[in-house]
């Protein structure tokens, strides 16, 4: 998103800078300011799991190492689709997805090289110019992080093998 990748807010074309605000899951908004701070992963993976579950916790995570993790697992991106779009300004409702390839590892996770994908529904508040003043995220993040921890497809190809060379044996 643009607030995350154009630092300074006169180069923010699509946001409203000073009134930008965005939540995840119905979690406390957080501003544009906050959002920047601890960066846009970190942001949007924020969780009330208890840290021991956390597969990814950005609460560990600086704004520089959240978005290293995920340049790294996603060298070729980590593109967002709008799939529906269920209402018009001045509140946009849309069905999301968020997918690329797993091709580069993921913590200490080796990359499988699948696709990994979530959907999500996001309510963008806009004012008269169309500038997001606000905006709700709503996904299901467990599936989606717990995604990068299927064994690599070779590995799952192996193991289904009866060929010695195949399997290691």
């Not at 995350?4 to 605000?21: A, E, G, N, T």
């Amino acid at each position: 998103m643009e607030l995350v990748h154009k630092v300074r807010p006169d180069d923010q074309k699509s946001v409203h800078s000073l009134k930008f605000c965005s939540s995840t899951n119905g979690m406390k908004p957080l501003s544009g300011k906050e959002v920047m701070a601890i960066g846009g992963y970190n942001a949007f993976l924020k969780t009330k799991l208890p840290p021991e579950h956390r597969i990814y916790d950005p609460d560990k995570e600086t704004p520089e190492s959240g978005m290293a993790t995920f340049l790294t697992a996603f060298p070729r991106g980590f593109a967002i689709e709008v799939l529906d779009v269920y209402s018009g300004p001045p509140r946009i409702a849309f069905k999301f997805r968020h997918w690329g390839y797993m091709e580069g590892p993921f913590k200490e996770h080796p990359p499988h090289g699948r696709r990994v994908e979530f959907f999500g529904v996001c309510i963008f508040h806009v004012d008269e110019e169309m500038k997001v003043e606000k905006a709700e995220y709503f996904y299901e993040r467990g599936n989606f992080l717990a995604s990068f921890l299927s064994a690599p497809a070779a590995a799952e190809a192996a193991s289904g093998s009866g060929c010695p060379a195949m399997t290691g044996n």
